[in-house]
């Protein structure tokens, strides 16, 4: 079983900053991709930025400049450094992992986290 565990969230003025963390335990081999994903009121869930085990990203547009994402590796964890925050940016955020396990063979599964909320307001 894998876990990831969110951190970071919470209220901020527009212009402020937050640093997300998601920390997977449990029985990993490797992890392939990490991101993040946010989910508005009213909205569906959309792809925030996402970083592949060698450090290739993607960002939607509406974050471009303004957040950015990391990981470390030997601490199976991801980063989401936001920037420059807006209103619009309020939201649960989603961690995500592409996570290998060995079960005889090994398996690749995708697993989420439980979500955190982000506030934008002043």
């Known amino acids: 079983q894998v876990q990831l565990v969110e951190s970071g969230g919470g209220l901020v003025q527009p212009g402020g900053s937050l640093r997300l963390s998601c920390a997977a335990s449990?029985?990993?081999?490797?992890?392939?991709?990490m991101g993040w994903y946010r989910q508005a009121p009213g909205k569906q869930r959309e792809l925030v930025a996402v970083i592949t085990s060698g450090g290739s990203t993607n960002y939607a547009d509406s974050v471009k400049g303004r957040f950015t994402i990391s990981r470390d590796n030997a601490k199976n964890t991801v980063y989401l450094q936001m920037n420059s925050l807006e209103p619009e940016d309020t939201a649960v955020y989603y961690c995500?992992?592409?996570?290998?396990?060995?079960?005889?063979?090994?398996?690749?599964?995708?697993?989420w986290g439980q979500g955190i909320q982000v506030t934008v307001s002043s």
């Open positions: 449990g029985s990993i081999f490797s992890i392939d991709t």
């Open positions: 995500n992992a592409n996570v290998r396990v060995r079960q005889g063979t090994f398996i690749m599964y995708n697993y």
